[in-house]
Nanobody, 122 residues
């Protein structure tokens, strides 16, 4: 089993930066893909970005490309989402997810964190 624990959410001013962390415990293999999703009130869960656990070339949604960066520290079993130039429309609950294949669909991931709230003020 893989367990994911997220942290780093909070309130930030528009144009600012925030870094989310996702720590994986339990069975963590290098083949796992890690994804970030977000869900705003009244909207469906939206793909943000993903990467292979030991990979280099991540995939990003067009809405965050150039502003958000996924990185990892495999020694700490941790994946990060660095968010720069934040906009009010980035406000959402952000979720970390893990799966063998990855991709842009939530159904492609087997394990999910509880989510962390990110609020961007104007």
């Amino acid at each position: 089993q893989v367990q994911l624990v997220e942290s780093g959410g909070g309130l930030v001013q528009a144009g600012g930066s925030l870094r989310l962390s996702c720590v994986a415990s339990g069975r963590t293999l290098s083949g796992y893909a890690m994804g970030w999703f977000r869900q705003a009130p009244g909207r469906e869960r939206e793909f943000v970005g993903s990467t292979r656990w030991s990979g280099v070339n991540p995939d990003y949604a067009d809405s965050v490309k150039g502003r958000f960066t996924i990185s990892r520290d495999n020694a700490k079993n941790t994946v990060y989402l660095q968010m720069n130039s934040l906009k009010p429309e980035d406000t959402a609950v952000y979720y970390c997810a893990a799966g063998w294949r990855g991709g842009r669909g939530p159904s492609e991931y087997n394990y999910w964190g509880q989510g962390t709230q990110v609020t961007v003020s104007s």
